[in-house]
């Protein structure tokens, strides 16, 4: 009795995906569309390797809810720690500060590429996954933070998504920061005494950690709503699978100033600013803040950009540690359907915010910064969702057919001139049986069909099929050539020397 073979299960990594080649060429070409916006407006590209060391990367996503502090490492060769880059602002300051001498300043750059983080996998939820960014180093002008801005509007209109189904929102962590001196110093009006309580300021490590979980529980704030923001910054809460959160711990006093921030919102952006002022007047960092919220909304307004654009709103504060000062995100504001069929908006596609200090980690000096970056798998959801960009489309949207083997030669010579003339096309290498081409081509989203027999040869012809006015043909043909050639729906005869031309017709409907 023969030995059985041993066969490897095939199985896939918890949280990954496989990509088709619909979706692969789906986002290549939104791509393609946001790199044109970001060269518009004068950014480079970079590239940065996906290992990082440990060291260099940071520790700077919100850990208290990912495990294994939310990023892939091992040791190397020489047992240094190395870890897949779990963003790709980290890798640029890294970049930055081993290239400064020779880098203009400001530098702008735009990378894309697959980031990783150790999350738990849900629904739309990856450990892998996409983001396209753009970023600004050696400024600290909010010019760089407007102009960011702008770049993430224009970016979602260039892809169709039209004003009213989108909206930039802005915050500053300054005065975020302001607003938690009176937290965290308990008083209702009097700054710290030791500096700015909270990340970037003076005040102890104890005030700085509590101050980071005060803002993590804000940025929950559309999972969870203000019930459960007041949950989690008093004693926690129970998450949907029932699991408690503990939470910050404040005092109701102090959650009270929490909730009443929250609280604020105005149409125009000048309204906000006032409305804020007197939460952050006896803070220095809050005052700073604000000034450079009207900064911004000066350069927005002088550029075009209203409050049916960008608007500001105090409850941003994006999640990562290292922001700094203004931070903003774009949102999808049209509905969906969520999973259990109740209407949401489809929410957060683009996010970032100025990091002033990332640099200065290596370098011991402070190198000003400040970007955004695309969620590209979730953006490009929407955009199907939308319609706004075709799945199906093929690589090459031409196929050559082969009806006899004798003339395997002169249809290489139809797919070598298809390709010399620009048009991508394809020379059908499977069996020779008709109907099978032809649902070939319709599963791999073709356009055109050539086709050419003897006959046609003998007359200097070929035949062009429009797949897309004929899309039912391959289920009634099957092995009759015969009455495919009789019916000839959506199918035409061009002289052989036309033939390009034709083909160029045909795609044109489709552009």
Do not use: H
Not at 133 to 151: K, P, Q, R, W
Not at 184 to 206: D, N, R, Y
């Amino acid at each position: 009795m023969s030995d059985k073979i041993r066969r490897t299960e095939a199985r896939r990594l918890r949280g990954f995906r496989d990509l088709s080649g619909e979706v692969v060429s789906a986002r290549e070409r939104m791509i393609a569309r946001i790199r044109s916006v970001y060269e518009r407006y004068g950014f480079a590209p970079l590239e940065t390797p996906a290992l990082e060391y440990v060291e260099c990367l940071g520790k700077f996503l919100p850990e208290s809810d990912q495990p294994d502090a939310g990023i892939f490492s091992f040791r190397d060769e020489d047992e240094a720690w190395v870890a897949l880059r779990y963003d790709l602002t980290a890798p640029l300051s890294r970049y930055v500060a081993m290239n400064i001498n020779e880098l203009p300043l400001p530098f702008r750059r735009y990378q894309v590429g697959p980031v990783w983080r150790v999350e738990k996998p849900g629904p739309g939820r990856f450990r892998e996954f996409y983001q396209f960014d753009f970023d600004s180093v050696g400024t600290g002008s909010m010019l760089a933070d407007a102009e960011a801005c702008m770049i993430m509007a224009e970016t979602l209109e260039t892809l169709g998504i039209r004003r009213g189904d989108y909206v930039i929102r802005v915050n500053n962590r300054k005065v975020l920061n302001g607003v938690l001196e009176r937290v965290l110093c308990g008083s209702a009006g009097a700054a710290c005494s030791e500096g700015a309580a909270g990340p970037g300021g003076t005040a102890g490590a104890a005030d700085a950690s509590l101050a980071l979980n005060v803002l993590r529980c804000i940025d929950k704030l559309d999972k969870v709503g203000l019930p459960g923001v007041e949950q989690l910054l008093g004693k926690g809460r129970k998450d949907e699978s029932g699991a408690f959160i503990p939470g910050a711990g404040l005092p109701p006093e102090q959650i009270r100033i929490v909730l009443d921030y929250l609280g604020i919102r105005a149409t125009f952006r000048a309204a906000l600013i006032g409305d804020l002022a007197p939460l952050v007047e006896a803070s220095e960092v809050g005052r700073q803040g604000l000034d450079e919220l009207r900064q911004i909304d000066a350069a927005l307004s002088a550029g075009g950009f209203d409050e049916d654009r960008v608007v500001f709103d105090s409850t941003v504060v994006r999640g990562l540690e290292y922001y700094t000062g203004p931070v903003f995100e774009g949102a999808l504001t049209f509905e969906i359907k969520d999973e259990d069929g109740q209407p949401r908006q489809f929410g957060s596609v683009f996010g970032g915010g100025r990091y002033d200090d990332l640099v200065k980690r290596f370098l011991g000096r402070e190198i000003p910064a400040t970007g955004a970056s695309i969620g590209v798998d979730r953006l490009l959801s929407a955009l199907q969702y939308l319609r706004k960009i075709e799945s199906s489309a093929s690589v090459a949207p031409v196929l050559v057919t082969r009806l006899d083997k004798s003339l395997t030669g002169e249809y290489q010579k139809l797919v070598a001139e298809l390709r010399a003339a620009g048009i991508n096309a394809e020379l059908y290498v499977g069996t020779q049986n008709i109907g099978k081409q032809f649902q070939y081509a319709s599963r791999t989203g073709k356009i055109a069909c050539i086709v050419m027999g003897s006959d046609e040869l003998a007359r200097g012809e070929v035949s062009i099929k429009d797949l897309r006015l004929g899309d039912e043909l391959s289920k009634e043909v099957g092995e009759d050539r015969k009455k495919w050639l009789e019916q000839q729906p959506a199918q035409a005869s061009a002289p052989r020397g036309q033939m390009i031309e034709a083909v160029r017709g045909v795609l044109g409907r489709y552009a």
